[in-house]
């Protein structure tokens, strides 16, 4: 049995499932800002193809601490992506939602 977020216990027992996919990604803590953007991008593409056979959405992984950002008064814990890109930009190719998001079991309008 697969389990998705946002699925009740009375969905589990009714049969009732969600055959929507989320494909999460995460990348290696060390790995710069670029690289970081350029991994999700890839997986960006391989869910392009995935949306040929089934309902599927990207997480975002929420940013984290950087190792090229020095500055101690910069927030380096959970920052959006939205903070960074513009996100209705890329929805516009591919369902996405950020991890917060993912979470707390918000519906992602296919």
């Known amino acids: 049995m697969q389990f998705w977020p946002g ?10 499932t ?24 890839h997986i960006a593409f391989l869910l392009k193809t995935l949306l040929k056979m089934e309902e599927s959405v990207l997480v ?4 984290g601490h950087l190792y090229h950002w020095q500055s101690p008064d910069i927030n380096q814990v959970q920052i959006l992506w939205s903070d960074f ?10 369902p996405e939602i950020e991890y917060e ?10």
């Not at 699925?7 to 009732?16: E, F, K, P, V, Y």
């Not at 890109?85 to 591919?94: G, M």
């Open 85 to 94: 890109f513009d996100l209705p930009s890329l929805k516009r190719n591919i």
């Open 7 to 16: 699925q009740s216990a009375a969905d589990i027992l009714s049969g009732a």
């Open 60 to 63: 975002l992984p929420p940013w």
């Open 101 to 110: 998001q993912f979470i707390a079991g918000e519906v992602v309008v296919i």
């Open 18 to 41: 969600s055959h929507r996919r989320y494909l999460l990604c995460d990348i290696n803590l060390p790995e710069g800002f670029s690289l970081r953007r350029n991994v999700c991008i």
